[in-house]
């Protein structure tokens, strides 16, 4: 660690030469901490380095109106197939054709929710003003063991892409960047 990265951060740039400063002093750490809230609408939320000092403000837009029709239509197939499942156990007596046909329901309505619901991307900043964009993540796919991102800078060109595996990301979220 040298140390530029444990004084105060440089001033927001204004010149291209100081620019490139503040990125490279933006992007020399060891350590990041996010410190993001579990239950909230807006996700915004501040990253630090080991020494404390803000790097990133991190906004990710909540999209409720998308969100909520996604799980209107989701419950709207659960509904659906619930309905056929109970009729065919209670009205014909048949048990492993409404569990089979509940089991079936619940994944359409899963797949239902995921290709409703709007793609999770992400501007990063570097502060809460949000007036000097740092970089901006895109989700490119839905439907796959793996989601693939595209990482841009502050000017539009693409610098990097990303990728983390679904599953194992439930427990803990783990990303692997190319390029």
């Known amino acids: 660690m040298n140390e530029q990265t444990a004084q105060q951060p440089p001033s927001p740039p204004t010149f291209d030469a100081q620019w490139y400063a503040y990125l490279q002093w933006m992007f020399s750490f060891h350590i990041l901490n996010v410190r993001q809230k579990v239950f909230t609408i807006a996700e915004k939320y501040y990253v ?38 109970y009729r065919l156990m209670f009205g014909a007596g048949q048990v492993l054709p409404a569990i ?44 796959a063991l793996y989601r693939r991102y595209a990482i841009y800078d502050a000017m539009g060109n693409l610098i990097a892409e990303a990728r983390r595996t679904t599953i194992a990301s439930v427990l803990r979220r783990r990303w692997k960047v190319y390029t």
């Open 100 to 143: 089979i046909v509940f089991v079936i329901g619940g994944n359409i309505a899963a797949l239902t929710r995921l290709l409703l619901a709007p793609y999770r991307d992400i501007a990063i900043y570097t502060d809460d003003t949000e007036t000097v964009p740092v970089l901006r993540i895109t989700q490119e796919n839905k439907l």
């Open 48 to 85: 630090t380095d080991e020494n404390g000092h803000g790097r990133f403000y991190v906004v990710r837009p909540p999209h409720i109106g998308l969100n909520m029709l996604a799980s209107f239509c989701a419950f709207a197939v659960m509904i659906i197939f619930l309905v056929t499942a």
